[in-house]
Structure formats: C-alpha cells, structure tokens
C-alpha cells in the first residue's frame, strides 16, 4: 500500500498532463484510505469516512474541470495548454484558475477546505500521520504552484485571493493547535498551520516569494515528518499523547526529548535552523512586494507556534509524570501496531528511533546546507516563473512566454 501511495506521489510530481496528475491523485487517495484507517477503530473509520469523502468530493469537480478545460482548449497536456490558456478570454482563465485552486487548496488543506485533516492525521497510526505529514499536503501545494505559474498570467491569477487564503491559513491553524491538549491534534494543525506559509510565497508570484515556498516545502516535509514520528515515540513511551496524561519524559527518555527539540525549533523559524531561513526569505520577499500584514501575520503566527512547542515541551518533557490508572485509560490511548505499555519508558524500540533520528539530523544538515539549498530553491523558482522554459523543454519550437519575473 506504500508502494501504491509512492507511486501515486511520483506521479503527481513528474506528470506534465492533468488527467495523469488526477489518475496519480486517486492512486495517492485510495493507499491513503487503507493506511488511514489501518487498526479499525471506530475514530479511525469515522475520520477516515470524511477523508474520503471529501477527497471524492474534489475528484469530482477535478473531473468537471478536466472537462471543461479539454472543451475550451482541446488538450489536457500541461506544456500545450500553457500556450492556450491565452487564446481564452481573461474571465474563463480566471474562473479556471479559482476552480484549480479550490481543487488542490482541499488536497493541501488550505483555509477554509481544511477541516478534513486534523481528525484524519490525529487518528492515523503515528506512522502513517508521518508519512501524510511529509507528502500528501506537499503534493496539494505542489500541484497549486504548478498550475497557478505555468497556465495563468498575471491578469488570470488571483494573487490577491490566495494571499488571504494563505494568511487565514495560518492563523486557524496555529490558533486550533493552541487550543489541543494532545501532541498528535497539536501537530496536526500546525500541517495545517505551514500549509499557509507555503501557499504565501507562491502568492507573492515573484522569483524571491516562489524560491521561499519551494525552500520551506522541503525542509518542512523533514521537519514535520521528524515531529509526528516523534509523537509516536511519546504515545508509545508515556502510553498516550494527551499532554494530561504525559510527563517527565526529559529525564526517562532524553534521546526523544532531544529529538522533538530539534524540528520543534525549526518548526517555530527559530535561527539557526531550517525553518528560520524560510521564513526570513518570506518575508523579505513580503516587504519587497509591500505585503505588510502578510510580514505581521508571519511573525504572529511564529510567535504563537513557539508557544504551541513549549506546550508540548513544558508538559510532556518538563512536566512531572501523572499517575495513571485503569478508568483514566481508554482506546484512544492505545496506538495500534506499536503494544503501548502505560508509563512504559524503557519501551523503545530501535526501529522506530532510529528513522526519527535520521530525520533530525537531516533537518539539521539541511540548516548547515541552506544557502546551497536555497539556491537550488531559486533555480526552481525562475523555472516556474518563466513558462517559456519548460515548453522548450517540451517543443522543437516553442511558442513565446506569456509570463513574466517580477
């Protein structure tokens, strides 16, 4: 089912055809199904039923859209489509561009399209909620930069909309995990929480706002990966992940205090790590664009993750072990695969710290390697920004661009 899923995330990253991006999207959905929903219990299959659900619910209307835009155009393929996007008339190509944007904005989980993803992610095996964390979201944010950069021009692209969007994003999502008492549920918002920072710097639709998004999807796919198998290693070792129920774990388990601390850190855009140089990107290209509430929710929103990683810290590390007894259990405090034993410390297997390990190195490597990153992240950016670029690629003689570098 990994394989399938794998498959499925390929795809939607190397198709240059939206109806293999909506066969690649249905092949992530249906692995996903099963992986979600792995144990049976009935959290699980209720917030499973609204994954797919929803997940059905934009399949749809990316068919309705397939439809319509083959009908307008007569080609699906990315390359062509680039060129005639502009032969139609700047209203169809704007309600074109919002109707993707709702599509991929559901598959991310951008605001108001995220309900769906808290409840899903939290009630997921830990592993599983990981791997989602690092991929699938990545792949709705992806196919939004995609699409919006490649087939609309500046008059088609509603740059003022996702700002908002991207901006809303962030501030229901920080403001739910603040509102958790469970580190899975925390974690889960701030997916939803970074999503918004993401989706900002494409809205800014310039090469320094692009090259930001793209340097903070990968080291957020390592950091929030990092962090959801660490809340793993904290429901297996303190047998829950309810802040209530856990404590002391930074003198019974340093290792795994060590390893939250590390993307936590990065997740709060605290120097010298990974996530401060992609927020410090953000909003320099904000301040060059003149977006000054986009610059003050950034730091608002930076300000309120710091306090929604010391909740976690203060409580599951810091905190004093609570005494736990039978009625306080219940099935939810148990996580399937991985034999919780309730206060069972010495409990850790090597198999699940080891990969978490990696990971925090990883996140770390990746703050000791920024600039060469980050210029990778340019790169990237000028490329997505300069359509005329991937068409050569893709025709002998390709036509003029339509877009243009701000």
Not at 91 to 102: A, C, K, P, Q, T
Not at 233 to 246: A, D, N, P, Q
Not at 345 to 351: G, Q, S, V, Y
Request: proline letters at 5%; hydrophobic letters at 55%; glycine letters at 10%.
């Amino acid at each position: 089912v990994y394989l399938i899923m794998s498959a499925g995330v390929a795809g939607s990253f190397l198709t240059g055809d939206l109806f293999n991006l909506f066969v690649s999207f249905e092949m992530m959905l249906s692995a996903s199904y099963v992986l979600i929903t792995i144990g049976a219990r009935p959290g699980q299959v209720r917030s499973g039923m609204t994954y797919v659900v929803i997940s059905l619910l934009a399949s749809t209307l990316f068919v309705v859209i397939l439809a319509l835009v083959y009908s307008a155009t007569g080609t699906l393929n990315l390359a062509d489509l680039s060129t005639r996007m502009g032969e139609l008339s700047p209203g169809l190509r704007m309600g074109f561009s919002v109707l993707m944007l709702i599509v991929f904005g559901i598959k991310a989980g951008l605001f108001p399209l995220f309900f769906w993803l808290p409840d899903s992610y939290s009630n997921a095996p830990s592993a599983v909620t990981a791997v989602f964390a690092g991929l699938l979201t990545k792949v709705g944010v992806y196919a939004i930069i995609r699409t919006q950069t490649l087939l609309f021009d500046t008059e088609s692209r509603p740059d003022t909309l996702i700002i908002g969007l991207a901006g809303a994003t962030m501030v229901i999502g920080v403001l739910g995990a603040i509102a958790q008492d469970d580190a899975k549920r925390i974690l889960s918002f701030h997916i939803v929480s970074h999503v918004g920072f993401m989706v900002l710097g494409l809205g800014l639709f310039s090469v320094d706002g692009l090259a930001a998004a793209v340097f903070y999807i990968a080291q957020g796919i390592v950091v929030m990966t990092t962090l959801l198998l660490v809340g793993g290693l904290i429901e297996h070792v303190g047998g829950s992940s309810r802040l209530s129920r856990v404590g002391g774990l930074v003198k019974t388990a340093p290792g795994i205090a060590m390893l939250f601390l590390l993307p936590a850190l990065s997740l709060a855009g605290v120097p010298p790590f990974s996530g401060f140089v992609a927020k410090v990107g953000l909003l320099g290209a904000a301040f060059a664009d003149d977006r000054y509430l986009s610059v003050t929710v950034v730091l608002v929103v930076s300000l309120m993750t710091i306090f929604s990683m010391m909740k976690i810290w203060s409580s599951v590390f810091w905190g004093t072990q609570p005494e736990l007894c039978a009625e306080d259990l219940d099935a939810t405090d148990y996580s399937d695969g991985f034999g919780i034993i309730p206060g069972g410390h010495d409990d850790r297997p090597p198999l699940m710290i080891v990969p978490t390990a990696i990971l925090a190195v990883v996140s770390v490597a990746m703050a000791v390697l920024a600039g060469p990153l980050y210029n990778l992240s340019e790169r990237a950016a000028r490329d997505a920004l300069n359509p005329a670029s991937y068409q050569s690629s893709v025709f002998a003689n390709p036509p003029a661009a339509r877009g243009e570098e701000k």
